[in-house]
Nanobody, 126 residues
Framework: EVQLVESGGGLVQAGGSLRLSCAAS????????IGWFRQAPGKEREGVSR????????YYADSVKGRFTISSDNAKTAVYLQMNSLKPEDTAVYYC???????????????????WGQGTQVTVSS
């Protein structure tokens, strides 16, 4: 059974940091791309970051570049999203997703991902 389980969300003040984790199981982790998405209340879900676990290439949305860092631990089949200098506009439910055979570059549409976690809430207070 494929599972993606996010953790690490919470409430933090603006300027603070959080580290999200995505624990993956049930598929060949090294063959997959793992992406982080977020959905704020009343807004569409948007891509935040992506990592290709085969070669470590990473991609970020412009809104988080320089503040967020995505990384993977293939031995633990986990992906992390280190979020620094958080802003109130980062408040959202954060999801990780897994997909294979994705286009080779950039953040890609969510419908190209095969598997999704249940999400973790991140709230940034001003």
């Amino acid at each position: 059974e494929v599972q993606l389980v996010e953790s690490g969300g919470g409430l933090v003040q603006a300027g603070g940091s959080l580290r999200l984790s995505c624990a993956a199981s049930g598929f060949t982790f090294e063959d997959y791309t793992i992406g982080w998405f977020r959905q704020a209340p009343g807004k569409e879900r948007e891509g935040v970051s992506r990592i290709d676990t085969t070669d470590g290439r990473t991609y970020y949305a412009d809104s988080v570049k320089g503040r967020f860092t995505i990384s993977s631990d293939n031995a633990k089949t986990a992906v992390y999203l280190q979020m620094n200098s958080l802003k109130p506009e980062d408040t959202a439910v954060y999801y990780c997703a897994g997909g294979d055979d994705l286009p080779p570059t950039g953040l890609v549409a969510e419908d190209l991902y095969d598997y999704w976690g249940q999400g973790t809430q991140v709230t940034v207070s001003s």
